[in-house]
């Protein structure tokens, strides 16, 4: 029997932040600030960013690797389809990561926002496929991990 050239894998990371769930939200459904902690960041030049944020939107981003990175100057481009959401509680999406053409992976993230008193609670599950020759699940969770951390920075005062 051949074993397989597919990798399946789910993670759920947890995050608390002193704000209300509608301010978290925010920072998912304004454009301008999901690119800026989404988007934008050392190592790669954002090429394109495009949201339609709704049930039956669609998100594009497209960025090249930087000098610094295995493959520089690599365009990669995730293809996002927002499913379900309740403004302020939850986003269910599914999203495809393509590296030059080679496709890297598909995955289906839930992204739910509960009240904890003075703070909310971020509850981000992610079910992935990855193909053979892709970054992989320990790499996409270390890069969630960073990406919710700068979540906090842009969050409104």
């Known amino acids: 029997m051949n074993k397989s050239s597919l990798v399946h894998d789910t993670f759920v990371i947890e995050r608390s932040y002193p704000k209300t769930p509608a301010q978290v939200f925010r920072a998912f459904s304004d454009p301008d600030l999901k690119r800026r902690w989404f988007a934008e960041g050392e190592g790669h030049e954002v090429v394109s960013f495009d949201m339609d944020f709704r049930i039956g939107g669609a998100?594009?981003?497209v960025y090249r690797l930087g000098p610094a990175t295995p493959f520089p100057g690599t365009?990669?481009?995730s293809d996002t389809l927002i499913h379900d959401l309740v403004p302020n509680e939850r986003i269910v999406a599914s999203s495809t990561m393509v590296l030059a053409e080679r496709r890297m992976s598909c995955s289906l993230m839930t992204t739910e926002l509960l009240a904890t008193g003075e703070a909310t609670l971020l509850i981000c599950t992610h079910q992935a496929v990855y193909y053979q020759g892709s970054d992989g699940p320990q790499l996409r969770q270390a890069g969630w991990r960073a990406l919710l951390g700068r979540?906090?920075?842009q969050l409104p005062q």
Do not use: C, K
């Open 59 to 61: 998100e594009r981003l």
């Open 75 to 77: 365009a990669i481009t």
């Open 151 to 153: 979540i906090a920075a």
